[in-house]
T-cell receptor, first 109, second 117 residues
Framework: DAKTTQPNSMESNEEEPVHLPCNHSTISGTDYIHWYRQLPSQGPEYVIHGLTSNVNNRMASLAIAEDRKSSTLILHRATLRDAAVYYCILTYNFNKFYFGSGTKLNVKP | GAVVSQHPSWVICKSGTSVKIECRSLDFQATTMFWYRQFPKQSLMLMATSNEGSKATYEQGVEKDKFLINHASLTLSTLTVTSAHPEDSSFYIC?????????????FGSGTQLSVL
């Protein structure tokens, strides 16, 4: 299974943009890049996903490198409610979702 | 978005007893559901893939006789932890797959905290 590498933790100030990086150098041509986030004691929540082109939705933007070996989740204006663990996941033929260690985002008021 | 209901939210049981956890997709049909477990300060670990009307597929190292999975309908999957022991204490989370192709997503339940005394 293609693996992902993320920083263990990041910190941001409230109302500022946040760029969460993810490296996936062994990604295959059919792997989609998914991002989920998890608040304490809750199940993960879908954030965004994409294949090759950059994607935008109401929660975030996803910037995918041209060679697809890395991607960046962008939160345009971080709020305290965005403090969570963010997981970058590659889907293998849409069959399974394996979670890596994720990035714990701390948002300072 | 789609809603996945998981019940119970928490359960405490005695060692040697069995515990059943239910996972329901409330507003969509889920051919495939996944079960994860999560220890404190760790990531989610995939335990098994549950397919409606067929046997579950377990990940390597997960005991299928200990963690019984039943997916009898398109909206319900259950996980039974049999003869639970303290080392089975964990946060169990289910998820249901929806969409298809480029729209494939997972929606997660709120999790079940199992404590085995």
């Amino acid at each position: 299974d293609a693996k992902t590498t993320q920083p263990n933790s990041m910190e941001s100030n409230e109302e500022e943009p946040v760029h969460l990086p993810c490296n996936h150098s062994t990604i295959s041509g059919t792997d989609y890049i998914h991002w989920y986030r998890q608040l304490p004691s809750q199940g993960p929540e879908y954030v965004i996903h994409g294949l090759t082109s950059n994607v935008n939705n109401r929660m975030a933007s996803l910037a995918i490198a041209e060679d697809r070996k890395s991607s960046t989740l962008i939160l345009h204006r971080a709020t305290l409610r965005d403090a969570a663990v963010y997981y970058c996941i590659l889907t293998y033929n849409f069959n399974k979702f394996y979670f890596g260690s994720g990035t714990k985002l701390n948002v300072k008021p | 978005g789609a809603v996945v209901s998981q019940h119970p939210s928490w359960v405490i049981c005695k060692s040697g007893t069995s515990v059943k956890i239910e996972c329901r997709s409330l507003d969509f049909q889920a051919t495939t559901m996944f079960w994860y477990r999560q220890f404190p300060k760790q990531s989610l670990m995939l335990m098994a893939t549950s397919n409606e009307g067929s046997k579950a597929t377990y990940e390597q190292g997960v005991e299928k006789d200990k963690f019984l999975i039943n997916h009898a309908s398109l909206t319900l999957s259950t996980l039974t932890v049999t003869s639970a022991h303290p080392e089975d204490s964990s946060f169990y989370i289910c998820s249901a797959q929806t969409g298809g192709g480029q729209d494939e997503k997972l929606f997660f339940g709120s999790g079940t905290q199992l404590s085995v005394l």
